[in-house]
């Protein structure tokens, strides 16, 4: 179980068009999902949270016109990058929380794995 | 805001034992993660700390002091298959309890 997929895995763009990149949780509901931005030999950046519902909640330094996030369900969120260019490029991860396993919410839960990450998507901008 | 700092690289030998440092600054969290990735794919989750002291899995420990705002990762009998990123990371208590990822640490298992 807790399984999120993204799609595509990777992407190749001209300079100025958008790419649509989409996260989905297959066996969980996730209120919340999270993307992320890596370049080459760099730490995960969270670029912004993702809401079922209601808008992003964008990192500082990120441009909420440029990368579009949409929740739309429980189980879909997407991420578009618009007018891509050349520095855009890079890993783009999300992830999702499962509701059902929040030990913040059950301190009970002896296992704490309750964000679950998408296999990437590598986006290359010509 | 939090700030996590790992060493960059680490090279040990295979059958070793390896110490992963993470020192951090942050405004409160509820806990230390630590997470591996190889080249390419996707963090996975290893081991947790919402408390000070060791937490063993299998090869993997973590190790937490909230008092000198330190953490650590300890490999046994490394593999080859361990080669990777490794990262530490907190859960904020902000709103949206988000995951802020440290530095990262590359380990290189050699022969």
């Known amino acids: 179980g807790a399984v999120v997929s993204q799609h595509p895995s990777w992407v190749i763009c001209k300079s100025g068009t958008s790419v649509k990149i989409e996260c989905r949780s297959l066996?969980?509901?996730?209120?919340?999902m999270f993307w992320y931005r890596q370049f080459p030999k760099q730490s995960l950046m969270l670029m912004a949270t993702?809401?079922?519902?209601?808008?992003?909640?964008?990192e500082q330094g990120v441009e909420k016109d440029k990368f579009l996030i949409n929740h739309a369900s429980l189980t879909l969120s997407t991420l578009t990058v618009t007018s891509a260019h050349p520095e855009d490029s890079s890993f783009y991860i999300c992830?999702?929380?499962?509701?059902?396993?929040?030990?913040?919410?059950?301190?009970?839960?002896?296992?704490?794995?309750?964000?679950?990450f998408g296999p990437g998507t590598r986006l290359t901008v010509l | 805001g939090q700030s996590l700092e790992q060493p960059s690289e680490v090279t040990a030998v295979e059958g070793a034992i390896v110490q992963i440092n993470c020192t951090y600054q942050t405004s409160g969290f509820y806990g230390l993660s630590w997470y591996q990735q190889h080249d390419g794919g996707a963090p996975t989750f290893l081991s947790y700390n919402a408390l000070d002291g060791l937490e063993e899995t299998g090869r993997f420990s973590s190790f937490l002091s909230r008092s000198d705002s330190y953490g650590y990762l300890l490999l046994q009998e490394l593999q080859m298959k361990d080669s990777a990123s490794y990262f530490c990371?907190?859960?904020?208590?902000?709103?949206?309890?988000?995951?802020?990822f440290g530095t990262g640490t590359l380990l290189a298992v050699q022969p």
């Open positions: 993702s809401n079922e519902g209601s808008k992003a909640t964008y």
């Open positions: 992830s999702a929380r499962d509701l059902g396993r929040d030990p913040i919410r059950d301190p009970n839960l002896s296992s704490y794995n309750e964000q679950f």
């Open positions: 066996d969980f509901q996730a209120t919340t």
């Open positions: 990371a907190v859960r904020d208590r902000g709103a949206t309890n988000k995951l802020i």
